[in-house]
């Protein structure tokens, strides 16, 4: 009974979240796992739990506890990570942030298609702004000097700033947060701040990031480490953009890239076309972008042979998905809509899997 139990508790509560609006029940369940870690007992479940999921991996010098990440998009000003990685987690993406607070795209922004194992998000970065989220890692560092917690920063611009001027947003962030965050990611690909895609050219992307570039010299002579720099894509690039892609980053040594982002195609989707309609305009993730995502990731890693990193991201709600992504040549792995079908359980499985290849 208790195997029972614990096998389907996620299942059983599902329908109950799934009859609230989807930003209110994001909102209930962190709030509510915060809650349940302050008792004792759950706290010692997940951490002897998670002590049993070590599979450490090494990725340009960083220690990954395993090589299972949570999405940016998540925890956007870094204040459920440690929840997060209490489930198993080997990193956590915070953000995106932004160097101001904004509120985001009016409400409602989140949509759940079920039919799919899909959401669609308009967002619109919504965060409280890169001080407050320094605020919040700055007091985890002193609380957990000795934590094995990876902490990524997902950066990215304000809605108001022109993309003439994104350069400067991007070089807040990074400064701000560059002795707080294990590695960085530099987000240009959200759908869901106007303009945003176009800062996937090759000469922007050049701008962007020999700015942070400079500043990671900078920080490095003061004495702090080298943080790594990657770049998130869009799964909706040209065979030309990806190539573009490719030859930045040779011509600047870049890091690696993240791929994918959320999709605005809605193709192949399962569920009604009056559903779909009614979501409207956004990103979709989950299952519908795993093809996209798995096809850009394999053309990544045969046209880069092993030159950098590259994180796969995007349909994974599944064992064989988070594996199908190693295959294609991810070195890391990230989930968040399919966590939110799969449940913690699917943390677990995918974890298990990946210590055993």
Known sequence: MAKFAKKNVYSLLKPILFLFQAEKAHYFTVNSLKLALKFPFVHAILKNRKAKQKAPIEVQGI???????LAAGFDKNAEYFTQMAALGFGYVEVGTVTPLAQDGNPKPRLFRLPKDRALINRMGFNNKGVDYMVHNLEKFRKN?????LIIGGNIGKNKVTPNDKAVDDYRICFDKLYHLVDYFVVNVSSPNTPNLRELQDKDSLKTIFSALYAIRESKKSEGLKHIPVWLKI?????????????????EIGLEGIIATNTTISRDHLKSANEEVEAAGAGGLSGAPVKDLADDALEYLSTRLQNELVLVGVGGICS???GLDKIKKGATLIQVYSGMIYGGPGLIYRLICALKNI
């Open 63 to 69: 220690q990954f506890p395993n090589a299972l990440g």
């Open 144 to 148: 957990h000097p000795d934590t094995d």
């Open 234 to 250: 869009a799964p909706d690039l040209a065979t030309e953009a990806l190539d573009s892609i490719i030859d930045l980053a040779k």
């Open 319 to 321: 064992v064989e998905d």
